[in-house]
């Protein structure tokens, strides 16, 4: 089994930003990719950022310019920077491992952004 870690969510104001961490532990095989996606109210979950094994990274097109996926300082986790953050990017975001043949999900972690 694997275990996903979530954490940095919380309310801010238009404009500013957070970050999220992940972490990813239990028994990890060899990782295809991490990433973030996220669910508004009543609309479908959504890729925000992945980041593959090897570095490459693929973001959604209403984040580019504003998020950034990196590494974490530990092995097995994944950052999300979040700057100029907008209303329109409020909801509960998910971590997701993928090693190929399976996938894991953490349990989210909210995101509002509001005055």
């Known amino acids: 089994q694997v275990q996903l870690v979530e954490s940095g969510g919380g309310l801010v104001q238009p404009g500013g930003s957070l970050r999220l961490s992940c972490e990813a532990s239990g028994s990890i095989l060899k990782i295809n990719t991490m990433g973030w996606y996220r669910q508004a109210p009543g609309q479908r979950r959504a890729l925000v950022a992945t980041m593959t094994s090897g570095g490459s990274t693929n973001y959604a097109d209403s984040v580019k310019g504003r998020f950034t996926i990196s590494r974490g300082s530990a092995e097995n986790t994944v950052d999300l920077q979040m700057n100029s953050l907008k209303p329109d990017d409020t909801a509960v975001y998910y971590c997701?491992?993928?090693?190929?043949?399976?996938?894991?999900w953490g349990q989210g972690t909210q995101v509002t952004v509001s005055s």
């Open positions: 997701n491992v993928d090693f190929y043949s399976s996938h894991y």
